[in-house]
Structures are given as C-alpha cells and as structure tokens.
C-alpha cells in the first residue's frame, strides 16, 4: 500500500509542471549573450555582349549595365520557392544583393551554394535588351564561393559570387566575310 502512494507521489511531482506550466517558465534559466547576425549576400555584375561576340559566352568589349534587374531565387531540398526577390544594379552595372528573411532550413541541401540561383530581369537598355544565356543567365546562374565576407561587432555577411551575366544587343548587322 505504501508503494503504490509513493508511486502515485511521484508521479504527480513528475506531472505538476504540465498542469501549471506558468511555473517551469518561471524558472530563472541563464541568457545567452546575443548572437551575430549572419547574412547571406550575392554579387555580380550585368553586361550588355558586343555583337562581336553574340553567339557565345565572350563578354570582351562588354559595357556594364545601369539600373539592370536580376532575381535571386532559391528553392528548399523539397524544390519549393522560399526565397524570391528582384534586384537592381548600380551605375556601374555591379549588384550587391542581400539575402534579408533567408533562412536554411536543411543545412547541408538548403545552403545557398546548392538552393539559390541568378537570372535576368530586365534591362532599361531598349538596344541592349534581349536575355542571353551567358553564366546561365537565362535559367539560374549558380553561386559561386571566393572566400569573401563582412564583419563587424554583431554583424557578418558571407558574400557570394554569380555571374557576370549578360543582355544582348537587340540587333546586330549582319557580319560579312571577304
């Protein structure tokens, strides 16, 4: 008889904080100290291909596009969209793209090198507007890692390279051979 009671003691001691759950949140449980914020950041640059080179992946003579729009788009290890967002480029055709809201839920299938890719928008350029596939500009241009980051006190960016992409000219005269 004495050990059934003790067992039904122990059992309620056991069960007491999920009927009163106000207590165990209670409890003085240490902080930890804040911790840096990491970031995830892509950059590259937007060209407009020189008719010389159309046809091919060649960006020499090259002009870099202002204002020039990229996506960066990445996908769960369950091939869904869970990050989507348009970028601008500079005057100097160079895009700084911060991945602000990513998150990685599977770390090793979710990480951006594998999850996320580049394309083509648009370009405000009316004779450079015509998407090429240059760096697979066109489908998703991957990421690339050149060991290059930002750091400060409670800050950390991780910086990714894609590209250089490319529009392509929306007319090019006819080349003639002699």
């Known amino acids: 008889m004495a050990r059934i009671q003790l067992i039904i003691l122990i059992s309620c001691l ?5 009927a009163f759950p106000s207590i165990a949140a209670n409890e003085d449980v240490p902080t930890k100290p804040a911790e840096n ?5 892509v950059e590259g640059v937007v060209y407009c291909q020189s008719c010389d080179r159309f046809g091919t992946w060649s960006l020499t003579d090259a002009e870099p596009i202002p204002s020039a729009k990229v996506s960066v788009i990445c996908k769960n290890h369950r091939g869904q969209v869970s990050f989507y967002k348009a970028f601008e480029s500079d005057s100097k055709g160079y895009f700084y793209a911060e991945l602000e809201g990513y998150k990685i839920s599977h770390v090793l299938l979710d990480h951006p090198l594998q999850a996320c890719k580049v394309k083509l928008v648009s370009s405000p350029n009316a004779n ?7 760096n697979y500009g066109m489908y998703g241009s991957p990421l690339r890692y050149e060991k290059k980051s930002l750091r400060s006190k409670n800050y950390e960016a991780v910086i990714y390279a894609a590209g250089p992409l490319a529009f392509r000219p929306n007319h090019c005269p006819p080349t003639t051979h002699f």
């Open 14 to 18: 056991l069960l007491l904080p999920l």
């Open 37 to 41: 914020k990491v970031d995830v950041v």
């Open 128 to 134: 450079c507007s015509l998407l090429s596939n240059v």
